[in-house]
Each structure stands twice: as C-alpha cells, then as structure tokens.
T-cell receptor, first 108, second 115 residues
Framework: AQRVTQPEKLLSVFKGAPVELKCNYSYSGSPELFWYVQYSRQRLQLLLRHISRESIKGFTADLNKGETSFHLKKPFAQEEDSAMYYCALKGNFNKFYFGSGTKLNVKP | NAGVMQNPRHLVRRRGQEARLRCSPMKGHSHVYWYRQLPEEGLKFMVY????????ESGMPKERFSAEFPKEGPSILRIQQVVRGDSAAYFC?????????????FGDGTRLSIL
C-alpha cells in the first residue's frame, strides 16, 4: 500500500544548525516525491520535487530508493524556515499521499 | 494564470446549518483534491475528484459530507448539519492530467468556524 511517513511531529533547532526532516515512503512503482511547505496560516507551497534535483531556499532532498527515503536537508537553518513541512508522493491515477507533517521551529 | 481559488476564505456557521465550500482549480487542471486541517494538526486527505467523477472518497466521513465537481463550475464540498468538530481549515488542490511529474497546487483554504 502507498504510504508516506514523517516520524517527527515537531523538530526544534537553533539558528545556524543543520536540519533534516525525515520522510519515508512505501510504494510499489517508481515514486514521484515532493516537499511542500506551509508558513503560518498560509497555503501549502511546493518547495521542491525529486525529479528536478534542485535546491530551493537552501533545501535539498535526495531520493534514496534503497532506504525508501526522501529526507529534506538544509545545512544552516534560518528563523524564517520555521513552518510546517509535508512530504508527498504521487501515485497511480494522479492520487497524492501526504505525510502527517513536521513542524520545524528554528530558535534564535 | 490564476491559482487555485477557494471561497469563502472564512465561513461561520451555527450547529445544524449547512456549509458549502467552493474551489475553482487552476486553468487547465481537471483533478481536484480536498483536504482538512484541524488546528495544530497535519493535512488529512478527504476526497479526489475529476470532472463529474469521484475517484477516491476514502478520507471523507460517510455521513453529512459530500463533494462534487460538475462539468461546469467549481468543485463543491458540502457539509450538512455541521457540528463543532467540523471547525477546521479546508484546503483544495488541483493538478493537471497526464504529465507525471506535475505537483498539486493549493488554494488559500476556507477556515470554517462552527458556533
């Protein structure tokens, strides 16, 4: 069954510290994975997608098929990174599966 | 190209009333998804629709909730006889058909408050 797991509900780090938001998935086919960010009381915005292999706002994510993971990383967290982060998988028939989200709190 | 439009942004209802939430997908998008977000909680899938078809409603409560996406006009999420527990932010997202790597695009959400 398709599933996306974000094991951490809350992650607190200090400004300038590295951050890694974990995402594991379960999918039988070839996955398409995304990270979305939701700043306080705003809409979800696409942060990055694995197929683009891009870096947005200093964030990167590498798809590891062996570990079925798509962790989001940033070497130096900023206060403005504080937000809710969702990992998502696009499965068959255009259906999306979202993780339960990780709230990132970057402390000054 | 306007984004996903949801209205109203805020909706207040008394217990027992009906709530209607509207979502106009991005131009050219034929897939619509509804999600519910309770305060301080994550996003919960409710229903996935294509034009005139419900593809997956596994996340939607079986009673009081219904959704449609007619041939013409916006998608509607309807909640009958609302209760306090329905208070939440309801987000709509849309995606185009076909291209495999296209993400969903989200609206600003409707914040439903039940008095």
């Amino acid at each position: 069954a398709q599933r996306v797991t974000q094991p951490e509900k809350l992650l607190s780090v200090f400004k300038g510290a590295p951050v890694e938001l974990k995402c594991n998935y379960s999918y039988s086919g070839s996955p398409e994975l995304f990270w979305y960010v939701q700043y306080s009381r705003q809409r979800l915005q696409l942060l990055l997608r694995h197929i683009s292999r891009e870096s947005i706002k200093g964030f990167t994510a590498d798809l590891n098929k062996g570990e079925t993971s798509f962790h989001l990383k940033k070497p130096f967290a900023q206060e403005e990174d504080s937000a809710m982060y969702y990992c998502a998988l696009k499965g068959n028939f255009n259906k999306f599966y979202f993780g339960s989200g990780t709230k990132l709190n970057v402390k000054p | 190209n306007a984004g996903v439009m949801q209205n109203p942004r805020h909706l207040v209802r008394r217990r027992g009333q009906e709530a209607r939430l509207r979502c106009s997908p991005m131009k050219g998008h034929s897939h619509v998804y509804w999600y519910r977000q309770l305060p301080e909680e994550g996003l919960k899938f409710m229903v996935y629709l294509q034009k005139e078809n419900i593809i997956d409603e596994s996340g939607m409560p079986k009673e009081r909730f219904s959704a449609e996406f007619p041939k013409e006009g916006p998608s509607i999420l309807r909640i009958q006889q609302v209760v306090r527990g329905d208070s939440a932010a309801y987000f709509c997202a849309s995606s185009p058909r076909g291209t495999p790597d296209q993400p969903q695009h989200f609206g600003d959400g409707t914040r439903l408050s039940i008095l």
